[in-house]
Protein backbone atom coordinates (compact mmCIF):
# COMPACT_ATOMS: atom_id res chain seq x y z
CA UNK A 1 0.00 0.00 0.00
CA UNK A 2 0.96 3.66 -0.96
CA UNK A 3 -0.06 6.81 1.11
CA UNK A 4 -2.54 7.88 -2.48
CA UNK A 5 -4.36 4.28 -0.79
CA UNK A 6 -4.86 5.63 2.19
CA UNK A 7 -6.87 8.52 1.36
CA UNK A 8 -9.93 6.68 1.16
CA UNK A 9 -9.72 5.79 4.97
CA UNK A 10 -10.62 9.01 6.04
CA UNK A 11 -13.71 9.94 4.01
CA UNK A 12 -17.10 8.31 4.52
CA UNK A 13 -18.22 5.98 1.77
CA UNK A 14 -21.45 4.45 0.79
CA UNK A 15 -21.66 0.25 0.93
CA UNK A 16 -20.56 -0.74 -2.03
CA UNK A 17 -23.12 -3.57 -3.75
CA UNK A 18 -20.96 -5.77 -6.26
CA UNK A 19 -21.78 -9.56 -7.66
CA UNK A 20 -17.85 -9.93 -6.93
CA UNK A 21 -16.89 -12.37 -3.93
CA UNK A 22 -14.97 -10.98 -1.31
CA UNK A 23 -11.70 -11.72 -1.20
CA UNK A 24 -10.68 -14.59 1.17
CA UNK A 25 -6.70 -14.52 0.80
CA UNK A 26 -5.17 -15.76 3.96
CA UNK A 27 -2.87 -12.62 3.06
CA UNK A 28 -5.67 -10.38 2.40
CA UNK A 29 -5.38 -7.11 4.91
CA UNK A 30 -8.13 -6.07 7.05
CA UNK A 31 -9.10 -3.03 8.06
CA UNK A 32 -8.03 -3.21 11.47
CA UNK A 33 -4.59 -4.29 9.17
CA UNK A 34 -4.93 -1.26 7.60
CA UNK A 35 -5.26 1.19 10.62
CA UNK A 36 -2.35 -0.18 12.59
CA UNK A 37 0.17 0.36 9.18
CA UNK A 38 -0.89 3.57 9.70
CA UNK A 39 -0.67 4.32 12.63
CA UNK A 40 2.88 2.64 12.40
CA UNK A 41 4.06 4.63 9.74
CA UNK A 42 2.84 7.89 11.60
CA UNK A 43 4.88 7.35 14.72
CA UNK A 44 7.82 6.60 12.43
CA UNK A 45 7.42 9.05 9.68
CA UNK A 46 5.08 11.82 11.37
CA UNK A 47 6.91 14.81 9.28
CA UNK A 48 5.82 13.13 5.94
CA UNK A 49 3.00 11.66 7.04
CA UNK A 50 0.91 15.00 8.43
CA UNK A 51 2.77 16.50 5.43
CA UNK A 52 0.85 14.35 2.43
CA UNK A 53 -2.62 14.53 4.91
CA UNK A 54 -2.64 18.06 4.93
CA UNK A 55 -1.94 18.13 1.61
CA UNK A 56 -4.74 15.83 0.48
CA UNK A 57 -7.40 18.08 2.78
CA UNK A 58 -8.11 15.29 5.16
CA UNK A 59 -6.95 17.27 8.23
CA UNK A 60 -6.25 20.79 8.39
CA UNK A 61 -4.31 19.55 12.31
CA UNK A 62 -2.13 17.54 9.96
CA UNK A 63 -1.51 20.79 7.87
CA UNK A 64 -0.64 22.68 10.96
CA UNK A 65 2.00 20.25 12.07
CA UNK A 66 3.58 19.29 8.84
CA UNK A 67 4.34 23.37 9.00
CA UNK A 68 5.24 23.89 12.62
CA UNK A 69 7.61 20.57 12.02
CA UNK A 70 9.33 22.29 8.89
CA UNK A 71 9.74 25.39 10.81
CA UNK A 72 11.14 23.52 13.56
CA UNK A 73 13.71 22.38 10.52
CA UNK A 74 14.42 25.14 8.89
CA UNK A 75 15.56 27.02 12.57
CA UNK A 76 17.80 23.59 12.68
CA UNK A 77 19.54 24.47 9.41
CA UNK A 78 19.08 28.23 8.42
CA UNK A 79 22.24 28.81 10.58
CA UNK A 80 24.25 27.52 7.03
CA UNK A 81 23.17 30.51 5.50
CA UNK A 82 24.93 33.27 6.31
CA UNK A 83 22.55 35.82 5.71
CA UNK A 84 19.91 34.08 7.74
CA UNK A 85 22.43 33.36 10.83
CA UNK A 86 23.17 36.77 10.82
CA UNK A 87 19.28 36.93 11.70
CA UNK A 88 18.55 38.63 15.00
CA UNK A 89 17.42 35.65 17.62
CA UNK A 90 13.75 37.55 18.05
CA UNK A 91 13.16 37.58 14.46
CA UNK A 92 15.00 34.46 12.86
CA UNK A 93 11.75 31.99 14.07
CA UNK A 94 9.44 34.57 12.54
CA UNK A 95 10.76 34.25 9.14
CA UNK A 96 11.57 30.60 9.20
CA UNK A 97 7.79 30.26 9.83
CA UNK A 98 7.15 32.38 7.34
CA UNK A 99 9.06 30.54 4.77
CA UNK A 100 8.13 27.03 5.99
CA UNK A 101 4.10 28.64 5.63
CA UNK A 102 4.35 29.52 1.87
CA UNK A 103 6.67 26.35 1.25
CA UNK A 104 4.18 24.12 2.35
CA UNK A 105 2.09 25.85 0.46
CA UNK A 106 3.61 25.39 -2.77
CA UNK A 107 4.31 21.63 -1.57
CA UNK A 108 0.54 21.31 -1.83
CA UNK A 109 -0.28 22.59 -5.15
CA UNK A 110 -1.46 20.77 -7.61
CA UNK A 111 -3.67 21.09 -10.76
CA UNK A 112 -7.03 20.55 -9.21
CA UNK A 113 -6.52 23.03 -6.24
CA UNK A 114 -7.25 26.51 -5.89
CA UNK A 115 -6.18 29.87 -4.07
CA UNK A 116 -7.47 32.90 -2.94
CA UNK A 117 -8.16 35.50 -5.82
CA UNK A 118 -4.82 37.98 -5.74
CA UNK A 119 -7.29 40.69 -7.88
CA UNK A 120 -10.21 40.47 -5.66
CA UNK A 121 -8.37 39.20 -2.33
CA UNK A 122 -11.20 36.50 -1.74
CA UNK A 123 -14.08 39.14 -2.29
CA UNK A 124 -15.68 38.21 -5.71
CA UNK A 125 -15.56 41.75 -6.25
CA UNK A 126 -13.59 45.08 -6.55
CA UNK A 127 -13.73 48.91 -6.74
CA UNK A 128 -13.92 49.96 -10.39
CA UNK A 129 -13.81 53.52 -11.76
CA UNK A 130 -17.00 53.97 -13.69
CA UNK A 131 -17.47 57.17 -15.99
CA UNK A 132 -20.71 57.50 -17.32
CA UNK A 133 -22.35 60.79 -18.89
CA UNK A 134 -25.20 63.30 -17.47
CA UNK A 135 -27.23 65.75 -19.28
CA UNK A 136 -28.53 68.56 -17.57
CA UNK A 137 -30.84 71.80 -18.76
CA UNK A 138 -30.23 74.95 -17.33
CA UNK A 139 -33.23 76.99 -16.03
CA UNK A 140 -32.40 79.63 -18.46
CA UNK A 141 -32.35 77.21 -21.40
CA UNK A 142 -35.58 75.80 -19.93
CA UNK A 143 -37.04 79.39 -20.41
CA UNK A 144 -35.96 80.41 -23.18
CA UNK A 145 -37.56 77.10 -25.08
CA UNK A 146 -40.56 77.73 -23.23
CA UNK A 147 -40.60 81.39 -25.13
CA UNK A 148 -39.78 79.36 -28.48
CA UNK A 149 -42.60 77.07 -28.39
CA UNK A 150 -44.84 79.94 -27.32
CA UNK A 151 -43.99 81.69 -30.32
CA UNK A 152 -44.01 78.44 -32.21
CA UNK A 153 -40.48 78.51 -33.45
CA UNK A 154 -38.87 74.38 -33.76
CA UNK A 155 -37.28 74.16 -30.36
CA UNK A 156 -34.86 71.17 -30.13
CA UNK A 157 -34.17 69.95 -26.60
CA UNK A 158 -30.66 68.51 -27.42
CA UNK A 159 -29.39 71.89 -28.21
CA UNK A 160 -29.97 73.45 -24.86
CA UNK A 161 -28.38 70.31 -22.79
CA UNK A 162 -24.92 70.23 -21.32
CA UNK A 163 -22.90 67.12 -20.58
CA UNK A 164 -20.59 65.92 -18.27
CA UNK A 165 -18.47 63.28 -17.78
CA UNK A 166 -18.83 61.68 -14.18
CA UNK A 167 -16.47 59.52 -12.68
CA UNK A 168 -18.25 57.22 -9.73
CA UNK A 169 -16.80 54.02 -8.12
CA UNK A 170 -18.78 51.19 -8.07
CA UNK A 171 -18.36 47.77 -6.85
CA UNK A 172 -18.02 45.42 -9.93
CA UNK A 173 -17.53 41.61 -10.60
CA UNK A 174 -13.64 40.96 -10.45
CA UNK A 175 -12.90 39.86 -13.92
CA UNK A 176 -10.54 37.49 -13.05
CA UNK A 177 -12.20 34.60 -10.63
CA UNK A 178 -15.74 35.95 -11.91
CA UNK A 179 -16.99 36.53 -8.79
CA UNK A 180 -15.82 33.10 -7.43
CA UNK A 181 -13.66 34.05 -4.78
CA UNK A 182 -11.01 31.63 -5.75
CA UNK A 183 -8.56 30.93 -8.87
CA UNK A 184 -7.51 27.22 -10.32
CA UNK A 185 -3.36 27.03 -9.75
CA UNK A 186 -4.18 24.59 -13.00
CA UNK A 187 -1.56 26.01 -16.05
CA UNK A 188 -3.14 26.96 -19.01
CA UNK A 189 -2.65 23.68 -20.30
CA UNK A 190 -5.50 22.97 -18.30
CA UNK A 191 -3.36 20.60 -16.28
CA UNK A 192 -2.20 18.43 -18.91
CA UNK A 193 1.65 19.21 -18.74
CA UNK A 194 1.34 18.78 -22.33
CA UNK A 195 0.41 21.19 -25.25
CA UNK A 196 -0.12 20.45 -29.11
CA UNK A 197 3.68 21.41 -31.03
CA UNK A 198 2.35 23.58 -34.08
CA UNK A 199 5.39 22.99 -36.21
CA UNK A 200 5.28 19.14 -35.75
CA UNK A 201 1.32 19.13 -36.17
CA UNK A 202 2.31 20.66 -39.81
CA UNK A 203 4.77 18.58 -40.32
CA UNK A 204 2.50 15.41 -39.75
CA UNK A 205 -0.05 16.59 -42.05
CA UNK A 206 -2.09 17.35 -39.25
CA UNK A 207 -1.73 14.33 -37.26
CA UNK A 208 -1.74 16.18 -33.62
CA UNK A 209 2.13 16.08 -32.03
CA UNK A 210 2.34 17.66 -28.46
CA UNK A 211 5.86 18.83 -26.37
CA UNK A 212 6.08 19.20 -22.47
CA UNK A 213 4.44 22.88 -21.83
CA UNK A 214 6.72 25.59 -21.35
CA UNK A 215 5.22 27.44 -18.68
CA UNK A 216 4.35 24.56 -15.69
CA UNK A 217 7.41 22.19 -17.36
CA UNK A 218 5.15 19.37 -17.56
CA UNK A 219 4.07 19.98 -13.83
CA UNK A 220 -0.08 20.83 -15.02
CA UNK A 221 0.02 23.83 -12.53
CA UNK A 222 1.98 26.86 -11.65
CA UNK A 223 4.16 27.13 -8.35
CA UNK A 224 3.59 29.72 -6.00
CA UNK A 225 6.42 32.44 -7.03
CA UNK A 226 9.52 32.90 -4.60
CA UNK A 227 8.46 36.67 -5.17
CA UNK A 228 5.37 36.46 -2.89
CA UNK A 229 7.65 34.87 -0.14
CA UNK A 230 9.64 37.82 -0.27
CA UNK A 231 7.12 40.34 -0.52
CA UNK A 232 5.58 38.62 2.79
CA UNK A 233 8.76 38.39 4.78
CA UNK A 234 9.06 42.40 3.68
CA UNK A 235 5.70 43.64 5.14
CA UNK A 236 5.56 41.93 7.86
CA UNK A 237 9.07 41.03 9.66
CA UNK A 238 11.66 43.00 8.13
CA UNK A 239 12.98 44.49 4.62
CA UNK A 240 15.02 41.69 2.33
CA UNK A 241 16.57 43.12 -0.70
CA UNK A 242 15.91 41.67 -3.71
CA UNK A 243 19.55 40.82 -4.63
CA UNK A 244 19.84 39.00 -0.63
CA UNK A 245 16.67 37.07 -1.43
CA UNK A 246 18.36 35.34 -4.61
CA UNK A 247 21.55 34.57 -3.41
CA UNK A 248 20.33 33.32 0.14
CA UNK A 249 16.91 33.43 0.80
CA UNK A 250 15.68 31.54 -2.37
CA UNK A 251 18.26 28.62 -2.60
CA UNK A 252 16.90 28.17 1.37
CA UNK A 253 13.33 28.06 0.59
CA UNK A 254 13.79 25.89 -2.65
CA UNK A 255 14.92 23.32 0.42
CA UNK A 256 12.09 23.43 2.37
CA UNK A 257 10.07 22.20 -0.80
CA UNK A 258 12.55 19.52 -1.65
CA UNK A 259 12.56 18.92 2.16
CA UNK A 260 8.66 18.18 2.10
CA UNK A 261 9.17 15.84 -0.62
CA UNK A 262 11.78 14.22 0.77
CA UNK A 263 10.06 13.56 3.95
CA UNK A 264 6.86 12.36 1.84
CA UNK A 265 8.76 9.56 0.32
CA UNK A 266 10.15 8.46 3.22
CA UNK A 267 6.57 7.90 4.57
CA UNK A 268 5.38 6.20 1.54
CA UNK A 269 8.36 4.03 2.11
CA UNK A 270 7.57 3.63 5.76
CA UNK A 271 3.91 2.56 5.19
CA UNK A 272 4.74 0.30 2.11
CA UNK A 273 7.09 -1.38 4.54
CA UNK A 274 5.04 -1.80 7.21
CA UNK A 275 1.84 -3.42 4.69
CA UNK A 276 4.16 -6.11 2.51
CA UNK A 277 4.27 -9.73 3.46
Request: net charge positive; proline share 4%.
Given at each position: ?????????????????????R??????????????????????A???????????????????????????????????????????????????????I???????????????C????????????V???????????????????????????????????V????????????G?????????????????????????G?????????????????????????????????????????????????????????Q??????????????
Amino acid sequence: MNLEGIVKYHFPKSTGISDSPRATSPDAMTGTDNMAAMGMTQSRAAFGYSAFLGKMGVSKHDSERAINLLTDHALRTCDRVPALRKLESDIKPSVMQILAIYAYADYSRSAESSRECDCCGGAGFIDAEVFTMKTSTPVAALEIMKKSKEWGLKVIPSEYERRREVRDVQRVLCHKCKGKRVISNACQCNGKGVVVDREKTMLQGGIPAYKTCSRCNGRGYSRLLPETVRHAICENIIDVPETTWRRAYKEFYESLVSELIKQEEYANRMLSKATEW
